[in-house]
């Protein structure tokens, strides 16, 4: 398994040859509170680099999921579709959003490891 990297907008990611697995965090759900919906992107429909990639809706506010890297949905995780309470109880493992075929592998390079993105969300903690 890669390494774990994190984006500004609270999204993790992993990387399996040239197909990212990506999600949110733990923070990020602690944030929300309880989820209770979840919109994920379409299979085979391509996605940029920050762009909007899909939406959690919690007992307290909705809010985009955010894409790290840009590339073309292959998967998305149907269980939490059908279960968004799933997100809450492994939001950095089973409870993975989508996966993406990437187009530019460099762009990795960009996020945060582990420890800069708990840095980065103990300062930005509101």
Known sequence: MSEVKFSKEHEWITLDGDVATIGITKHAT???????????????????????????ESTKAASDVYT??????????????????????????????????????????SLMNKEEYEKFAKENAG
Not at 39 to 54: M, R
């Open 68 to 109: 790290p890297v840009s590339g073309e949905v292959v998967d998305t995780n149907q269980e939490i579709v059908d279960d968004p309470s799933k997100i809450n109880d492994d939001p950095e493992g089973s409870a993975w959003f989508f996966k993406l075929k990437l187009k530019d592998k460099s762009e990795i390079d």
């Open 30 to 56: 602690e944030m929300l509170g309880d989820i209770v919906f979840a919109e994920l992107p379409e299979k085979g429909s391509s996605v940029d680099k920050d762009g909007n990639a899909g939406v959690v």
